[in-house]
């Protein structure tokens, strides 16, 4: 009776292992892609195409014919122009509340966004971040530059 109980209990810890495991929350999706367009997932470089899901921690490169444009869960709008490196540092959105928090690095290039729900609802919980600055969001639309910046 006892090896009965056991045996679906380690296979529900098994399984709720192996989903944490690889479970990272997605952030969103590529909605325009054009030229280079990769994204980085750890060790893999993947197409940056149409409906590609972004989670995460990925990272968004783009060549110097490149451009990609990602729509945020939360509506908000992330182009990356030529030759640029974004990551999706931190992403969590409640849809149900409009709850949520975002961080988004610019190691290099530029990106033009246009803020979503999050930012709309809690200010606060949003930020943007080149190498040597942070940006705190108060507006709607803004586009970062970074000069030189970061390869990686």
């Given amino acids: ?9 380690l296979l529900l810890a098994g399984m709720a292992f192996c989903l944490g495991a690889q479970a990272a929350e997605l952030a969103g999706m590529v909605k325009t892609s054009s030229g280079q367009a990769v994204i980085e997932r750890g060790s893999e470089r993947l197409p940056a195409s149409i409906g590609s899901q ?3 921690d990925d990272k968004l490169r783009t060549g110097s014919d490149g451009a ?5 869960r939360d509506n908000t709008l992330l182009s990356a122009g030529p030759n640029s490196l974004i990551v999706v540092d931190k992403f969590a959105f409640d849809s149900s509340t409009l709850a949520g928090r975002m961080s988004v690095g610019v190691r290099k290039g530029t990106l033009s966004v246009a803020t979503g729900k999050i930012a ?6 949003v ?3 080149t190498p040597t600055s942070v940006l705190g969001v108060r507006g ?3 586009v970062v530059e970074v000069s030189g910046g970061r390869d990686e």
Avoid: C, Y
Avoid at 1 to 9: C, Y
Avoid at 68 to 72: C, D, K, S, Y
Avoid at 120 to 125: A, D, F, L
């Fill in 127 to 129: 930020d943007f971040h």
């Fill in 120 to 125: 709309k609802q809690s200010p606060e919980s």
């Fill in 68 to 72: 990609v444009g990602v729509t945020l």
């Fill in 54 to 56: 972004v989670f995460v």
């Fill in 1 to 9: 009776m006892i090896k009965s109980q056991r045996a679906p209990a």
């Fill in 140 to 142: 709607t639309e803004f």
